[in-house]
């Protein structure tokens, strides 16, 4: 099965960059035209992105279905926009990197869906179309929650283990903080934010918030590590 396009212009190009062969329906990503995305609502502004909720009216693709020859899909399904602000110009290398580690991490169960890219059409922007955490950032779950040891030995244990499979691949995550980690549930967290992850010679541009960053990684060198992603844990 290959990655469903038909998007218009440069977005059946963007599909196409990402050169993805899905062999199973949760490695699909499709151009997903914007007017089937409906009651868009602001969410928040972070460093890198701007995050909206909003409903997908046909929903991302279960399985095919050889009776009615076409797509059984998980209807009106709520969603997770998010727009990036270092995507400009015709260069999306950046935007399609973050795409493919969430799709590789993703399937390891490190990081949320990714179901495709729309495009608004009065910014003229591209959005990532994402799965939602219900219970937002891990720093809302542990501003609104009630969590008990339990709980949180159970978010630190996903956490490393989802860590864990980003080194495995010998990559580094490099943004680790309480808004880079997002929540299912009060114990279901997932890693997200992968705009700097890569491997240690590809050293970012600018920093995640400071307070999570490594001295090392500060020094002159700016080399981020393995280590580097465990302080930041």
Sequence with gaps: MNVVSGAPNSGGAIIAML???ASNSDEVVEWIPFDNL?????????????????????GYI????????????????AICLRESKYLCGDDYSEFLREIQYQLIFRRKGAALAIYGITKDPLTMRYMMVMDYASYGSLQSVIDNERLDWNIKMANLYLIIKSLNEIHKEGLLHKNIHLGSIVCHGIS??????????????????????????????????????????????
């Design 19 to 21: 050169g993805v062969k």
């Design 38 to 58: 409906k009651n868009g609502i602001f969410e928040r502004v972070g460093s890198y992105n701007t995050f909206f909720k909003a409903e997908w009216q046909d």
């Design 62 to 77: 279960v399985r095919w279905n050889n009776v009615n020859n076409e797509w059984d899909r998980c209807s009106n399904k």
């Design 188 to 233: 279901d967290p997932y890693l997200s934010g992968f705009i700097f992850c890569g491997r240690v010679s590809d050293n970012p541009i600018d920093y995640p918030p400071i307070k999570y960053v490594a001295p090392e990684v500060l020094s002159k060198d700016r080399k981020h590590t393995k280590a580097s992603d465990i302080y930041s844990f």
